[in-house]
Structure formats: C-alpha cells, structure tokens
C-alpha cells in the first residue's frame, strides 16, 4: 500500500484546512487508515482513524468537534477535513494504514504516508 498525504499549508487561527491521503497498490491488505501528528520536539500523536469497509470513525480528545474524517472509495481516498484550527495544530501531519488496529499507538500501522506540514498563525 502506498500512501500519498497532501492539503497542508499555512492558515490562520480559525482557519480551515482539507487534508487528504490517497492510497494505491493493495489497499484490501489494510482495513484502518488513521491520521497522526507530530510537532517538533514532540512525539507522534493519534488523531483521527476510519475503517475502509464500515463506517467506525474516532477521533483524539483535542479534535473536540473540530475535525471530520471521511473517504470516498470510488478515489481510495481518505479526507481529515480540520476546521477551527488552532496554533497548537501546527505539525507534520501523517496519514498510515494498518491492518489489525487496537490502539492509538502508531506501531499498531504499517503503511505511512510523506507527511504535510500544517502551520497555524496566531
């Protein structure tokens, strides 16, 4: 599976932004695509996931309402639609699959995107 994220850029605080992870190659060998994060200085961090077949979705604490997770199969593309956003949003932003996803943990995927940077002015 190979994972291409894109949609990142610099927004101000109250902002909007649609990031999107497109993915290719053997895509029934992974059935969670999930969103993660990392500030520098910080570790990697959850912050949304789907399922491809079924429609369970979760999202971090922090996302509180802010973020929407969605994809369309016909484009094999997954969306982490961010509104509100906030200074504390700024980071690298990470879309992966995995096949077998009990956690939160980034271990638990297999399949990792390049990452897109999302800056956020105050």
């Known amino acids: 599976v190979q994972l291409q994220a894109s949609g990142g850029g610099l927004v101000q605080a109250g902002g909007s932004l649609r990031l999107s992870c497109a993915a290719s190659?053997?895509?029934?060998?992974?059935?969670?695509v999930g969103w993660f994060r990392q500030a520098p200085g910080k570790e990697r961090e959850f912050v949304a996931r789907?399922?491809?077949?079924?429609?369970?979705?979760e999202y971090a604490g922090f996302v509180q309402g802010r973020f929407i997770i969605s994809r369309d199969d016909a484009k094999n593309t997954v969306y982490l639609q961010m509104n509100s956003l906030k200074p504390e949003d700024t980071a690298v932003y990470y879309c992966?699959?995995?096949?077998?996803?009990?956690?939160?943990?980034?271990?638990?995927?297999?399949?990792w995107g390049q990452g897109t940077q999302v800056t956020v002015s105050s």
């Open positions: 789907i399922t491809w077949r079924g429609d369970r979705r």
């Open positions: 190659g053997r895509t029934s060998s992974s059935n969670t």
């Open positions: 992966a699959a995995g096949v077998w996803v009990t956690s939160y943990s980034p271990s638990d995927y297999t399949y």
